[in-house]
């Protein structure tokens, strides 16, 4: 059983930086992708970035060119650099693991089975 556990939320002002961290716990490695999912109050949970067994990411058009996902070299880690935070931005942020060899493809949340139990992240203007 895969358990995920994410940290480093909080709150910054709107133009601001975090970098969340998702550690991956026990059977890993039939993982296909890793990906970040974000969830505002009154609002469905919807990808935000993954990356695939082979490196290949993937990004939501509202946050491209400002967040940056990337993995660990174990690859049981999985990181998300956020930049040039805006209030939009406000949300849970989860971490998921898909073994969907179609993962790579899409950020569709059911390709991802595994989830953790989410990092607060809030700007402010």
């Known amino acids: 059983q895969v358990q995920l556990v994410e940290s480093g939320g909080g709150s910054v002002q709107s133009g601001g930086s975090l970098r969340l961290s998702c550690a991956a716990f026990?059977?890993?490695?039939?993982?296909?992708?890793m990906g970040w999912f974000r969830q505002a109050p009154g609002k469905e949970r919807e990808g935000v970035a993954s990356?695939?067994?082979?490196?290949?990411?993937m990004y939501a058009d509202s946050i491209k060119g400002r967040f940056t996902i990337s993995q660990g070299n174990a690859k049981n880690t999985l990181y998300l650099q956020m930049n040039s935070l805006e209030p939009g931005d406000t949300a849970m942020y989860y971490c998921?693991?898909?073994?969907?060899?179609?993962?790579?493809?899409?950020?569709?949340?059911?390709?991802?089975?595994?989830w953790g139990q989410g990092t607060q992240v809030t700007v402010s203007s």
């Open positions: 990356i695939d067994e082979n490196g290949r990411t």
């Open positions: 998921a693991t898909s073994l969907n060899p179609l993962c790579g493809e899409s950020l569709a949340i059911w390709f991802f089975g595994h």
């Open positions: 026990g059977y890993t490695y039939s993982s296909r992708c």
